[in-house]
């Protein structure tokens, strides 16, 4: 590459970065060194990591201009990693979102955060685009997006921007050791509005504590496991509605339940309240029992 090009880049990268930075600002808790948020609106709406404001205690926000603010919870998701703030503050400016379906892997992408009074970034490309997921606590994440750019101290709840300073999504630490895992902006817009109307994301409860096993061979055509029920919540649905400890459950609506992360992930927000047909193996009999889905607390 010549000269004249890596110039061009170097100055374009530099002014991206001034762009974004004005909307990144510093997360600060007592019990946590300072972590990173992203401006959602302009009445002061944050975004940033649920590992970041995990601990109670008040908070601060460290604008661009070096002041702080006081800032309070509005709701977070463990599930999703997401916490949105509400800053004593208005006038920031919220950065537009990138078109996702156009994002491809090996696109160059700058990291951009604020661990100190200052803005930092870091350069990479997105090493990995594929389809939506479960997180380990059951979270909807619509896809899924990793970048090479190296996330030093402080970069968790940052923002990944394309080349042209619009958001892709919010870096999280929270889901892998050696991948730098990006909630991408689609998920953000999702889980911020649930957080803004609801304060927490609803999720439905079994109050089963489940385990899977391999069925036996008459049920194979059926499925291959279920999920063992290793303790039942005297106070929750499954209870309620007959299911005992070492009951087996084969699928729930319908849906095999091959793993719990099959279960988490049926019991979704609009899962709450209605009730669902269970089919439960007990003493080698199938049998089937009605189950209305409670509410995660």
Known sequence: ????????????????????????????????????????????????????VEHEGPLRIGLPDGSTVSAELVGRDASTDLALLKAETSGLTALTPAPLDDVKVGHLVIAVARPGRTARATLGMVSTHGEGWRTHAGGRVERYLETDADLPPGFSGGALVDTEGRLVGLLSAAFSRTAAVVIAADTLARVVGALKEHGSIRRGYLGVGAYPVRLPQHLSAESEHGLICLSVDPSGPAHAAGLLQGDILVSLGGHPLHGVEDLLGYLSDEKVGTTLPVRVLRAGEVRELPITVGKRA
């Open 1 to 52: 590459m010549s000269t004249s090009l890596l110039q061009s880049l170097s100055q374009s990268l530099a002014s991206t970065v001034e762009h974004t930075a004005p909307s990144i600002v510093r997360v600060e808790t007592r019990r946590r060194r300072g972590a990173t948020g992203i401006t959602w609106d302009a009445e002061g709406h944050i975004v940033t990591t649920s590992q970041a």
